[in-house]
């Protein structure tokens, strides 16, 4: 996926400004791609410049103008172009991990510590997509307003928090995996130190 064709997959449903979709990007989109203002205006120039989107000035009271942005026929066009190829398997980028994969250069107490650290930062994300979830699903309910995107966003959503329910239980495995083999280690440090004292003698 490019940051565009995100662009253009929000704007198929509606007319938005900037900030509305740096919105998106901080609730359901959040869970697949993040991005910030500096790169959302760039790009939203670049799709009206290539004649994807069409953008109109809005006049506010006591406010500055602003700009609301649309799809056009040839954007999506574009988009449905993107989603009818073969999907391709995600490339994965995760910083923990190769901390974690790398952390037999630190003591078995600093190792466990960050497993701890981050299994608490964890379990908080966590509560916090379940509580957006639950929250939006409820005012969904309550203007009795479900529509396709609705249900596919929240689908995926609902995936993004059982793969991180996942995570976190690999992450408490790995700390139980850690103490167990820090006795293995302990006994075969002692073992060797015996073994050291009897060779002397």
Known sequence: MSLKHGLLGLLSTWEASGYDIKQEFDGFVSVFWHSNLSQIYPELAKLETNGW?????????????????????????????????????????????????????????EALFQLQTFERKQREKID?????????????????????????????????????????????????????????????ERSSRLKSLTDCF
Not at 82 to 89: A, D, G, R, V, Y
């Open 53 to 109: 989107i069409q953008s109109r000035l809005v006049q506010q009271v006591g406010k500055p103008d602003k700009k609301l942005y649309q799809i056009t026929a040839a954007g999506k066009e574009e988009l449905e172009t993107w989603l009818s190829q073969p999907p391709e398997l995600p490339k994965r980028k995760d910083t923990f991990l190769m901390q974690t994969f790398f952390s037999d250069q630190l003591s078995t107490d």
């Open 128 to 188: 916090e997509m379940e509580k957006f979830l639950d929250d939006t699903l409820q005012g969904i309910r309550t203007r009795q307003a479900i529509k396709k995107r609705i249900v596919v966003a929240a689908s995926v959503y609902t995936h993004a928090i059982e793969q991180e329910k996942l995570h976190l239980a690999w992450v408490k495995n790995m700390m139980v995996t850690l103490e167990k083999a820090r006795s293995i280690w302990m006994m075969t």
